[in-house]
């Protein structure tokens, strides 16, 4: 009877979120209303925090919050029954082909070829050969192969992918050695950190460059790159040197035996394909990166991986359909939200009653970093971007492309939980780490992250 009554419990729990989430929403917005805000914006407050609290408790998948939020603004914001003063809610629908949505594809076209022809796998065992049998070279030569892997493609994909390479190595070293738990806390730390340092390395960052779109501000591939690739190398290496110092006491060399059993030929057509992939990877980076000179936009240059992959015959219609359309769909809703709460007004509302706080500017940027570090270890780190990125461009006019992007780096300095970051959970999953071994990866980039963010934007600007 109580076994039938707990899984009649968890099986309504999503519905109970979902209940308390709306009647939290109807309260803060009941509370926090003025007289002067129209119903476009009360529609749009009560939207702002449903959409937290669905995202925050998961009552639903974090795709499915986006497509509630598109849904509620094209039918509440224009529908003249509903809304006295009705939108045009044409650019809440067209946020799907926003240039960093393009973008985003064109990263999960490469990522899904470097996996289908196993130049990913490839990548890994060269960097266990290299790194030779010495633990702490090991650990350094995985962590920078992660941190490289991360920044053309998932942070998740690039966790599993390092993960599932060296599960052999883990399972013979078992649960109690110290290198196997530097090596698990390592790679999702480099993976975040990793992530960082391209416009296509986390979500976040493309929120960043969206929002910082939908004000006229450019971020070309090669400026993120210049901001977030300095914050991220040093992350990397202080979180290295850390777990270094605390787990890896023993020098004694490791045997890489488990690399002779997973050699396999390859045919010539994977040969073939192998080669299409490198020769599309690197035209694309190398079109990224010069975007100031060719004057393509990075939207556009995704189009190479998405029209030459498929016309190659590298990516078939399953490996498509097999992408991770889910983010998209969150990426997509994210911007609409954002950009709801521009155009009705709220964002400068409340930017307004901040900026008249007279707080210099310095310390605004330090309190949306941390701000920004905290949320996201207890929700989406996604969703904590979509909400501060384009509040902190309201408050501090002047440095709208610096706060967007120290936002969107703090956002990926959330590493405190297992259910912090996809990555951190997938190295919870192997069963190796306890949730209080995350704390020290946790606490160095959490306290780290967000401080070298901020200084060295305030270097740059200077």
């Known amino acids: 009877m109580a076994a039938n009554l707990k899984t009649i419990a968890g099986r309504n729990k999503p519905i109970l979120y979902f209940l308390l989430s709306f009647i939290a ?13 129209t119903t476009t914006q009360l529609y749009v407050l009560f939207l702002l925090f449903f959409a937290m609290g669905l995202w925050f408790t998961e009552a639903v998948p974090p795709f499915a919050v986006s497509i509630f939020i598109i849904a509620y603004l094209v039918f509440m914001l224009g529908n003249k029954n509903l809304n006295a003063s ?3 809610i044409e650019k809440y629908v067209t946020t799907f082909s926003s240039s960093v949505i393009w973008l985003m594809l064109g990263g999960f076209f490469l990522a899904s070829a470097m996996t289908k022809t196993k130049l990913d796998e490839a990548l890994f065992k060269f960097t266990l050969k290299i790194s030779g049998t010495n633990p702490r070279n090991l650990l350094i030569g995985l962590m920078s192969t992660t941190m490289i ?11 599993a992918m390092v993960i599932t390479s060296i599960m052999p190595l883990l399972n013979s ?5 110290g290198l196997a738990k530097a090596l698990l806390l390592g790679v999702p730390v ?4 990793g992530g960082m340092g391209t416009i296509i390395g986390s979500p976040p960052n493309l929120i960043a460059t969206g929002a910082l779109e939908n004000i006229g501000i450019n971020v070309s591939f090669l400026d993120w790159m210049i901001y977030g690739l300095p914050v991220s190398l040093v992350l990397t290496a202080i979180s290295c040197f850390v777990l270094i110092r605390i787990f890896i006491k023993d ?19 994977e040969n073939k394909q192998r080669l299409i992939v490198l020769i599309i990877l690197s035209v694309t980076i190398l079109l990224w990166l010069t975007t100031s000179l060719h004057g393509i936009k990075v939207g556009a240059v995704s189009a190479v991986p998405l029209v030459f992959l498929t016309l190659t015959g590298v990516l078939k219609s399953k490996d498509v359909q097999g992408l991770p359309w889910d983010t998209l769909l969150l990426v997509a809703g994210g911007l609409s939200l954002g950009m709801a709460l521009q155009s009705s007004g709220l964002l400068e509302h409340y930017a307004q009653k901040m900026r008249n706080l007279e707080v210099h500017y310095i310390i605004l940027f330090f309190i949306l970093a941390y701000m920004t570090m905290v949320f996201s270890n207890v929700m989406s ?9 384009p509040l902190g461009i309201a408050i501090l006019t002047g440095f709208e492309t610096q706060i967007a992007i120290i936002i969107g780096l703090a956002a990926s300095s959330a590493l405190f939980l297992p ?6 959970a997938i190295a919870y999953s192997t069963g190796f780490l306890k949730i209080s071994d995350f704390r020290i990866g946790g606490i160095v980039v959490g306290l780290l992250g967000p401080l070298l963010a901020v200084l060295w934007m305030l270097l740059m600007v200077r």
Do not use: C, W, Y
């Open 173 to 177: 070293l078992g649960n109690k050695s």
């Open 25 to 37: 929403a109807l309260v803060l917005t009941l509370l926090l209303k003025e007289p002067s805000f």
């Open 251 to 269: 020098k004694k060399p490791i045997s890489l035996d488990f690399l002779q059993n997973r050699q396999t030929e390859r045919s010539k057509e």
């Open 381 to 389: 780190h996604t969703a904590t971007s979509t909400v501060l990125i």
């Open 86 to 88: 009705p939108e045009n």
């Open 190 to 193: 480099a993976a975040t950190t």
């Open 149 to 159: 892997a991360s920044m053309l493609m998932s942070n998740t994909a690039s966790t």
């Open 419 to 424: 259910v912090s970051s996809p990555p951190n």
